[in-house]
């Protein structure tokens, strides 16, 4: 099981740097604000590694390229349009509504990886649900925190945050493509 602990932190890593943007970018972003978030990240991690473990070896590749290029594509939008409204003049944001899509598109670019990872879990000498819930509770825990740490930085530099939020979310979509075709 310490083998699917690292394997948790390791898929973690991206939804925290959105969470942490989410945090950053939110006017008003409250404690109740992060843990929905952190819901939804858990969620989909604990899911598409169920998924992935279900689907079996013979998908790993073609699951890890698809999933690159559909998280690629995500992140360098919401990351584009975050970039742009940090120039725009302010509006009132919140994660209800319209931002539930944002939030689900996070959610769903991040766990991407946790899908070819629970296609990889069948190879360990765990089960695949309580490796699945681990890899949900260590992302719902990190994310949680890492949202709540980019509320700090956002209630200080509300523009300039935004703008980096958007920006880092472009780099960890590029990243993950640039790691899949290498």
């Given at each position: 099981m310490i083998a699917v602990f690292f394997l948790a932190l390791s898929v973690a890593v991206d939804a925290c740097a959105?969470?942490?943007?989410?945090?950053?970018?939110t006017p008003g972003f409250q404690f109740r604000d992060g843990l929905r978030l952190a819901c939804w990240f858990g969620a989909f991690q604990t899911g598409m590694s169920l998924?992935?473990?279900?689907?079996?070896g013979e998908l790993n590749e073609h699951v890890?390229?698809?999933?690159?290029?559909?998280?690629f594509g995500l992140l360098l939008y919401l990351g584009g349009v975050?970039?742009?409204?940090?120039?725009?003049?302010?509006?009132?944001?919140?994660?209800?509504?319209l931002e539930r899509r944002k939030i689900a598109a996070l959610a769903l670019?991040?766990?991407?990886?946790?899908?070819?990872?629970?296609?990889s879990l069948a190879y360990l000498a765990v089960g695949l649900v309580p490796a699945a819930l681990v890899?949900?509770?260590?992302?719902?825990l990190l994310t949680l925190?890492?949202?709540?740490l980019g509320r700090q930085g956002g209630q200080r530099f509300h523009r300039g945050a935004s703008a980096c939020g958007?920006?880092?979310l472009m780099l960890i979509g590029t990243r993950i493509l640039v790691e899949a075709l290498v």
């Open positions: 959105a969470a942490m943007c989410c945090g950053l970018e998924i992935g473990g279900l689907a079996g890890r390229m698809l999933g690159a290029v559909i998280a975050q970039l742009l409204s940090a120039f725009q003049p302010q509006s009132c944001r919140t994660l209800s509504g670019a991040t766990s991407l990886d946790a899908l070819a990872v629970g296609v890899i949900g509770a260590v992302t719902l925190l890492s949202a709540l958007g920006a880092v």
